[in-house]
Every structure is written in structure tokens, then in C-alpha cells.
């Protein structure tokens, strides 16, 4: 009885059966009273003789009369009940047997849209949630082969210098070594950075916010990265409001935003370049932006240049462009645990990108005014 087919037979039968039973005794109490009216009505001859007789055969007739539609009433509704139900499980056991497929693996399986509005939504929410998985196992496979690309470099680097310093082949030396060192940090670094990401993506990132001057949070985090930015021959210039700005962030994590947006205009800008770094108040937003004279982005590359592991097809590679590919990944996401938003824009290639950030700003309480 627990099938949903079987109750909904059920139910039109139970129907059928409440209705009939109901018409039954309205007809059955009402019939003898409303022929004594009408054989009263008729005149006293008319009520004399076989009117008592006329009168139980008259409800006796009516009786059958309703016994048979009663009958009648109940097999229709099973009829119909029976229809109706097959109609109504059979999307059902379709869009059964497809979540079965796709909690299987076979994310590309999609069920025929029913005719019937509820059904065809849920339909359509269990197609979606087929492509989102589809598109997340995607995403899953792409990672770890990206993830493989980006650790082969620095461990064949690694395994050839040990190799070869075990022959003999290469010399034991604090060169070597430092070079095994370097590709050691890189895989480090790239750990870092996955894990961040993790947390990230996660909502996992534990952030510890209080309200700070976002001028004083830029500048040190420029100012960190300045070294760098004199030994690549690059201008490295910031622009803050006179007044404070205030907003509400975890410090240590939003420099974390502007140490990659700034390291990532570091390895796309040559020698000669400028890097501007501009933190403005609009409205009730604050905005960090990163403009740089750099190698740009085509517009394909705009809308792609957060995915995890993205790199600006032939893009400039120097010797310290050690980045994980994840760096912008991870601002994004901490952007967003903000309340904030982080977008990219550029001319073209070749014609340089700005990198923004905006941060809602933290209402100023204002002075109260004595009332004279």
C-alpha cells in the first residue's frame, strides 16, 4: 500500500465509493417523502389503494437504480484511477532510473521532459543537476592533470640533479644544490597554493575580520614587493585617498589579494614597464585596482583568466615566473568570502590589464547634532 500507484488508485476509488454512498442516502431518505407529497398533491383518490404499494415499489426501484450506479461509479474510477496513476509513475520511474544513472557516473544521461508542468521541472532540475556534475567531473579530471603538468617540471628537475651528483656526473656544489632547493620551494609553494584554494573554494578560509584603513593594507603589501619589482626594471607606483578608508576584512588575507594581483602584473610586464596600483573610494565601495603595461589579454582570456591553473597562451615565461597558475584563483575566491568582487579588463594584448577589486566600505557613524 506504501506504492504510490496503488494509493492513488486507492484514492479515486474511495472517492467514487464517499460520492456514491453519499447520493445513496440523500436519495433513499428523500424519495418516499417527495412521493407522499406528490400523491398528496395529486388528490386524496390518488393516495388510496395500491399508493402504499407504488410507493415501496418506487423505492425499491430507486434503490437498484443507485446500487447500479454506485457500481458503475467505482469501476470507472478504478479505470481511470489506474490510468491516471500509470501516467503519473511512469515519469517517475524514468526520472528514478536516471538519478540511478547518474549517481552511477554516467552524468551524460538526460530524461524526456514530461507534459505535465510539476514533472517537467523536476525534469529539468535533474538534467541540470547531470550537466553541473558533468562539468564538475570535467573540471575534477583537468585538475589533476594540470596538477601532474605543473609537478613534472620542478621533480625532473630534481630527480636529474640527483641522479647525476650520484654519478658523479654533476658536480655537489652549492649551485646544484641551490637549483634542487629552488624547484624544492616551487612544490612547495604550489602545495600552499592548493591549499589555499582548498579552503577557498570551500568556504573554509577562516576569516578573522576587523575593520582597517584599506590605504595602509595596499601599501604594505606593494611595499613587500617592491624589491622585486626593482630587480625586473619595473615602475611600481600607489595611489591612495587622502582621507582613510575604511573597511571590514581579514588584513592578512586581503593582502594576500594584492600581493597576487601585483606579483601576477610583475611576470606579465618587461623591463621598462609600470605597474600602478590604485585604491579608490566610489559610493559606498572601495576598489583596488592593478593596472599594468603589460602583455594584456585578448577577450577570451578575460573571461577565463580565474579558472585554476589558467595560463594567457604565449604568454612571455621568465625565469622567475614560478607562479602556480592558481594565484588569481585564490584572490577571487578570497575577494568573494569578502562580500567583494574581482574582475579583469584589458585593451588587447599587448596593451596591458587592470585587475579591480571593490569591498563595500564600513558605514562611518556620524556626529550627533545638539538640537538648540
Known amino acids: 500500500m506504501n506504492r504510490l500507484a496503488a494509493r492513488l488508485v486507492l484514492s479515486h476509488v474511495l472517492v467514487a465509493v464517499l460520492g456514491g454512498l453519499a447520493t445513496f442516502l440523500v436519495v433513499r431518505l428523500l424519495t418516499p417523502e417527495l412521493f407522499d407529497r ?123 640533479s640527483v641522479e647525476g651528483m650520484i654519478d658523479g656526473v654533476l658536480p655537489t656544489g652549492p649551485e646544484r644544490l641551490g637549483l634542487v632547493s629552488d624547484e624544492v620551494r616551487r612544490l612547495r609553494r604550489l602545495a600552499d597554493d592548493l591549499s589555499a584554494l582548498s579552503r577557498t573554494e570551500e568556504g573554509r578560509l577562516g576569516l578573522v575580520r576587523g575593520t582597517a584603513d584599506l590605504r595602509v593594507v595596499v601599501a604594505d603589501a606593494v611595499e613587500r614587493l617592491r624589491p622585486q619589482a626593482d630587480d625586473a626594471g619595473v615602475s611600481l607606483r600607489v595611489q591612495t585617498p587622502a582621507g582613510p578608508v575604511p573597511v571590514a576584512v581579514d588584513a592578512d588575507r586581503f593582502a594576500q589579494v594584492v600581493t597576487n594581483l601585483v606579483g601576477n602584473a610583475l611576470r606579465a610586464t618587461q623591463p621598462g614597464g609600470s605597474i600602478e596600483v590604485r585604491v579608490v573610494v566610489e559610493g559606498r565601495e572601495a576598489s583596488v585596482a592593478v593596472a599594468d603595461t603589460g602583455e594584456g589579454l585578448a577577450p577570451e582570456d578575460v573571461a577565463r583568466v580565474f579558472e585554476r591553473f589558467y595560463r594567457v597562451p604565449d604568454r612571455r615565461r621568465g625565469g622567475a615566473d614560478t607562479g602556480s597558475g592558481i594565484g588569481l584563483t585564490i584572490a577571487f575566491g578570497i575577494v568573494r568570502a569578502h562580500g567583494g568582487t574581482l574582475e579583469a579588463a584589458s585593451p588587447g594584448r599587448g596593451r596591458g590589464a587592470t585587475f579591480t577589486a571593490r569591498l563595500p566600505l564600513v558605514p562611518v557613524a556620524q556626529p550627533a547634532v545638539a538640537s538648540g
Open 38 to 160: 406528490m400523491m398528496g398533491a395529486a388528490g386524496p383518490m390518488m393516495g388510496q389503494g395500491r399508493g402504499g404499494s407504488l410507493r415501496g415499489q418506487v423505492a425499491d426501484a430507486v434503490t437498484q437504480a443507485l446500487l447500479v450506479g454506485i457500481l458503475v461509479g467505482i469501476a470507472a474510477a478504478t479505470v481511470f484511477g489506474i490510468f491516471a496513476a500509470q501516467r503519473l509513475v511512469r515519469p517517475l520511474r524514468q526520472l528514478g532510473d536516471t538519478t540511478r544513472e547518474i549517481a552511477a557516473g554516467r552524468y551524460d544521461v538526460r530524461v524526456a521532459r514530461p507534459r505535465e508542468h510539476e514533472l517537467a521541472l523536476l525534469a529539468d532540475d535533474v538534467n541540470t543537476l547531470g550537466r553541473t556534475l558533468a562539468e564538475t567531473e570535467s573540471r575534477r579530471v583537468r585538475l589533476l592533470g594540470e596538477l601532474a603538468h605543473e609537478m613534472r617540471t620542478p621533480l625532473t628537475v630534481i630527480e636529474g
